[in-house]
């Protein structure tokens, strides 16, 4: 249950703050995952990073802007935010292209 | 891209019975299978998965079934307990980092 963790937990933010997101894998991953799931529909892929570079962006809006400083740790930056951008952000982490992906607790993000 | 498709997106049974959740997909290549269980508030988590070199894989109460041909894949829980109930996802992938996911299916088990 601790080997990908994510702050904060529960967010609130107005359209025009600018706060980011955190997630921390200890599983000794190379390839790490920010995912959005909105009630009712799939988990959609928003950026896969491996060896801290990015392999994919999902046609995600300029408002979310991830960031892989090392291969532990993922953040994703939020700025002017819409208020159907409120979901639950799942962080992610595999040990490679082919690995099983372990999810963190997510984080309940609600724009007003 | 790969497609996934779930169904059914809500399925009732009573204590003791089975679940069966299937899952389609479009890209004939693609050659890994999770399934996920998540509780609510709870993160996904991997219950059970099969690469397209297998047909079947048990783990105690639960199975997956794999058709390439037909490219449909199964889920099947046995002798179901009320902790069972959650929404079980599947997906599939091409090893590309690309895990596609279905809608999720909810499973309640009645007592």
């Known amino acids: 249950e601790t080997g990908v963790t994510q702050t904060p937990r529960h967010l609130v933010m107005g359209m025009t703050n600018k706060k980011s997101l955190k997630c921390e894998q200890h599983l000794g991953h190379n390839a790490m995952y920010w995912y959005k799931q909105s009630a009712k529909k799939p988990l959609e892929l928003m950026f896969v990073y491996s060896l801290e570079e990015r392999v994919e962006n999902n046609s995600v809006p300029s408002r979310f802007s991830p960031e892989c400083p090392n291969s532990s740790h993922l953040f994703l930056h939020l700025h002017t935010l819409q208020p159907e951008d409120s979901a639950l952000y799942l962080c992610?982490?595999?040990?490679?292209?082919?690995?099983?992906?372990?999810f963190g607790p997510g984080t309940r993000l609600t724009v007003l | 891209g790969e497609n996934v498709e779930q169904h059914p997106s809500t399925l009732s049974v009573q204590e003791g019975d089975s679940a069966v959740i299937k899952c389609t997909y479009s890209?004939?290549?693609?050659?890994?299978f999770p399934w996920y269980k998540q509780e609510l508030g709870k993160r996904p988590q991997l219950i059970i998965d099969i690469r397209s070199n297998v047909g079947e894989k048990k783990d105690q109460r639960i199975a997956v079934t794999l058709n390439k041909t037909a490219k449909h894949f199964s889920l099947h829980i046995t002798e179901t307990q009320p902790e069972d109930s959650a929404v079980y996802f599947c997906a599939a992938t091409l090893n590309d980092y690309k895990l596609s996911f279905g809608a999720g299916t909810t499973v309640t088990v009645r007592a």
């Open positions: 890209d004939s290549a693609s050659n890994y």
């Open positions: 992610a982490s595999s040990q490679d292209s082919a690995g099983t992906q372990y």
